[in-house]
């Protein structure tokens, strides 16, 4: 950050007018917040897919958009009796006189289909309505749930009831915990939290923005990873500033002139940072799949907002406040400043004695969890993307012990009228489907509609067989624009859209990641390499995760869509602590004249700090796991680890090692330790003490990392 800009965010005036400003801002965007966009069927589907055109044709028929809950009727013990199919009966006439009831060969269980109008909040409250009528007046032993498509919609959306307030109540309780113990003081800690509070509270109202910006909605699922997202970032920048600041009101008795040299000091990597975690998730712009493309730039917009109000609004808000506000640590004047000796000092120099040795160990490690790997499988059914126990699921569960799985959620298949006898007798002939219903023909009578029950459930492998084989039987017999969709093909064309964006994203995130650190350490192997241990670090987690998820947490597979996303966290956010690092180490390497000596004492004076922030970010997104949603969980885990291994063994092990290891070619083409050291500084080589790495470091204006924040308050 420029010398006027830093004296303009910390001058007596200008601290209070940014304060002021940012109150009215505020104020301006929950006032002029516009109301998020009701939820449309073909939301989350990939544009151009059957499935996508099915939903779109839908209108033309009379039937319309209108969808099918299925109640699900049982008694677990013997055949229905009279009375249970009195009150099926009953059912079937308080919801507007539906079909009839369908009885299971075995007589223990009738499914009754009920259609249902409306989208998105009137939809749910239509399935809302048929539960309550469902479950009044049974016969003892009868059970009845309701099922089907919307009935799921419902129970996710169920989920996310009130996630808004329990995501923030949880990760604002996480924050300031870990902010408390790092800083060790009982006034600090509000400040930044504060801080970065309003900051999330900002975002969430420009959310409905994006709306307008990508052509669809941010649902709850997307809400609460920003707000994670803005809650880590945001508090990892101020733990970064605060911790310089700290340093600085050691050596300086003018608070305000103490966080212009912070402010100079820590804003280069913070934003460089922040920028590769900003245009990391703006590659999602080119995913197929727009839930993809929504996320990446809400996620964007978060990480910016939080960038803002870290380097802007609480550098501002601190220069506000006395010292005391460090209480009961507060930095004096000329008081010793540890964040060369300690714990971290230890580290540095045990790696810098055996870094061969420990790159070895760390190596093994690594390797151990990536071979996790092989027994991580990806993809879920519908049935598997809740935590917790909810009706659609356990009526489903109950519906595949007496009828086809498929019988809930059926295939749409639309087809050229004049091919109708031969449209159903190839959908008849193909394996896997249970039943085709009467043929509905369109308004204009140019099409035909059919349901086509699976026997197997939605999202699972042999529906997916299924709906291929559907696909490629209706598209042999050369009958015009044949489409199946319904939700078993929206499920295939869904996982094969994450398939093409993991194809397609991937290469960019690493692409921009690679530019990033080649533009700010002006290196080519240096880069590379800290790709490479990123890439690395994302296996080992992922491999570790699988583990997690599948033997403690009793998840089988991942969601399709994890993986990529939690790549895209992994890469961008676990690149910024090897920016922090690497960018302290170069400047350390040609104040010293020794890349040796410029990396130990670099990992030395930024390990507590970075630590620090690695455990508080992990920490935030592992909140993800209070929702009872089973992908929100599964990021949440990947990321948690991923960001622990990259702090605690990619950052603190790896990279160290591997720089000491190459010493100026690690450089390469740019030579860092031939730059020329100033005769002044504290431990340069004109001083004759860059041997001494675990020194006083030299804290001149053109620093960029901060020191510890876990003992700079003795």
């Known amino acids: 950050m420029g010398t006027r800009v830093a004296a303009a965010v910390t001058?007596?005036?200008?601290?209070?007018?940014?304060?002021?400003?940012?109150?009215?801002?505020?104020?301006?965007?929950?006032?002029?917040?516009?109301?998020?966009?009701?939820?449309?069927?073909?939301?989350?589907?990939?544009?151009?897919?059957?499935?996508?055109?099915?939903?779109?044709?839908?209108?033309?028929?009379?039937?319309?958009?209108?969808?099918?809950?299925?109640?699900v009727y049982e008694r677990r013990d013997a055949p229905l009796t009279d009375a249970d199919r009195a009150a099926i009966e009953r059912t079937r006439t308080a919801a507007g006189g539906q079909a009839p009831a369908v009885g299971a060969e075995d007589g223990r269980a009738a499914l009754l289909p009920v259609t249902l109008t409306g989208?998105?909040?009137?939809?749910?409250?239509?399935v809302d309505k048929l539960r309550e009528t469902v479950h009044a007046g049974l016969p003892d032993g009868l059970t009845a749930q309701v099922?089907?498509?919307?009935?799921?919609?419902r129970d996710i959306s169920a989920a996310f009831e009130g996630a808004d307030v329990t995501l923030l109540i949880a990760t604002a309780s996480v924050v300031a915990l870990l902010l408390l113990i790092t800083y060790r003081s009982p006034l600090l800690w509000m400040v930044p939290l504060v801080v970065i509070g309003v900051g999330d509270q900002v975002v969430a109202k420009l959310l409905p923005w994006v709306a307008v910006l990508v052509g669809e909605r941010t649902d709850a699922s997307v809400s609460g990873i920003v707000s994670?997202?803005?809650?880590?970032?945001?508090?990892?920048?101020?733990?970064?500033?605060?911790?310089?600041?700290?340093?600085?009101?050691?050596?300086?008795?003018?608070?305000r002139e103490a966080m212009r040299v912070a402010l100079r000091n820590a804003a280069p990597a913070v934003i460089a940072s922040a920028g590769t975690v900003v245009l990391a998730l703006l590659t999602l712009l080119a995913a197929v799949l727009t839930a993809n493309r929504t996320l990446g730039v809400a996620a964007a917009i978060g990480v910016a907002v939080a960038l803002l109000f870290g380097l802007v609004v609480l550098p501002a808000a601190l220069v506000c406040l006395p010292r005391g506000i460090f209480w009961p640590f507060v930095p004096r004047l000329g008081s010793d400043d540890p964040t060369t000796r300690g714990l971290w000092s230890r580290v540095a120099h045990a790696v810098g004695r055996h870094p061969a040795r420990v790159l070895a160990g760390a190596a093994v490690l690594l390797a151990v969890l990536t071979?996790?790997?092989?027994?991580?499988?990806?993809?879920?059914?519908?049935?598997?993307?809740?935590?917790?126990?909810?009706?659609?699921?356990?009526?489903?569960?109950?519906?595949?012990?007496?009828?086809?799985?498929?019988?809930?959620?059926?295939?749409?298949?639309?087809?050229?009228?004049?091919?109708?006898?031969?449209?159903v007798a190839a959908v008849e002939g193909t394996d896997g489907v249970a039943m085709v219903g009467r043929p509905e023909r369109s308004d204009d009578g140019t099409l035909t509609k059919l349901r086509v029950d699976l026997k197997a459930g939605s999202g699972t492998p042999a529906a997916d067989d299924t709906v291929r084989a559907l696909r490629s039987a209706l598209g042999a017999l050369r009958?015009?624009?044949?489409?199946?969709?319904?939700?078993?093909?929206?499920?295939?064309?869904?996982?094969?859209?994450?398939?093409?964006?993991?194809?397609?994203?991937?290469?960019?995130?690493?692409?921009?990641?690679?530019?990033?650190?080649?533009?700010?350490?002006?290196?080519?192997?240096?880069?590379?390499?800290?790709?490479?241990?990123?890439?690395?670090?994302?296996?080992?987690?992922?491999?570790?995760?699988g583990l997690v998820l599948r033997h403690v947490l009793d998840i089988p597979a991942l969601d399709a869509g994890v993986p990529l996303l939690s790549f895209l966290f992994l890469v961008a956010l676990g690149v910024d602590y090897n920016i922090f690092l690497v960018t302290r180490a170069r400047q350390e390497a040609a104040e010293l004249r020794d890349t040796r000596a410029g990396v130990i004492r670099a990992l030395g004076a930024t390990g507590g700090v970075i630590t620090s922030a690695g455990i508080l970010l992990a920490a935030v997104f592992t909140v993800l796991g209070v929702l009872p949603v089973i992908v929100l969980t599964q990021i949440g885990v990947i990321v948690g680890i991923g960001v622990v291994l990259d702090t605690l063994v990619v950052r603190t092990v790896v990279v160290p090692a591997i720089a000491l290891l190459l010493g100026e070619r690690f450089w390469w083409p740019a030579?860092?330790?031939?730059?020329?050291?100033?005769?002044?500084?504290?431990?340069?080589?004109?001083?004759?003490?860059?041997?001494?790495?675990?020194?006083?470091?030299?804290?001149?204006?053109?620093?960029?990392?901060?020191?510890?924040?876990?003992?700079?308050?003795?």
Not at 17 to 38: E, N, Y
Not at 391 to 407: C, I, K, N, Y
Request: hydrophobic share 45%.
């Open 371 to 423: 071979a996790g790997l092989l027994s991580t499988s990806i993809g879920l059914s519908q049935t598997e993307q809740f935590r917790t126990q909810v009706e659609s699921v356990t009526a489903q569960e109950a519906l595949a012990r007496h009828f086809p799985a498929g019988s809930a959620q059926p295939v749409t298949v639309i087809a050229p009228a004049a091919a109708t006898d031969r449209v």
């Open 479 to 545: 009958a015009g624009d044949t489409l199946v969709g319904g939700a078993p093909a929206a499920d295939l064309d869904k996982r094969d859209a994450y398939s093409r964006d993991n194809t397609v994203v991937v290469p960019l995130v690493l692409l921009v990641v690679l530019l990033v650190l080649v533009l700010l350490l002006r290196s080519v192997v240096a880069p590379l390499l800290l790709l490479l241990t990123v890439i690395v670090s994302f296996a080992a987690s992922v491999g570790a995760a």
């Open 11 to 71: 001058g007596r005036f200008g601290a209070v007018l940014i304060l002021l400003v940012t109150v009215g801002l505020t104020a301006l965007v929950f006032l002029t917040s516009p109301a998020q966009p009701q939820k449309e069927p073909a939301d989350g589907l990939p544009a151009g897919k059957q499935s996508t055109k099915v939903i779109e044709l839908a209108d033309r028929f009379a039937s319309g958009r209108a969808e099918v809950a299925v109640v």
């Open 228 to 255: 994670v997202l803005v809650f880590g970032a945001g508090t990892d920048y101020a733990l970064l500033l605060i911790s310089r600041y700290r340093e600085e009101l050691r050596r300086t008795e003018d608070r």
């Open 147 to 153: 099922t089907g498509g919307p009935a799921f919609g």
């Open 671 to 714: 030579r860092p330790a031939t730059a020329p050291a100033s005769a002044s500084a504290p431990g340069s080589a004109a001083d004759g003490s860059a041997e001494n790495a675990g020194g006083p470091a030299h804290h001149s204006g053109r620093h960029i990392a901060t020191g510890s924040p876990g003992r700079h308050a003795e």
């Open 119 to 126: 989208e998105g909040d009137e939809l749910y409250a239509a």
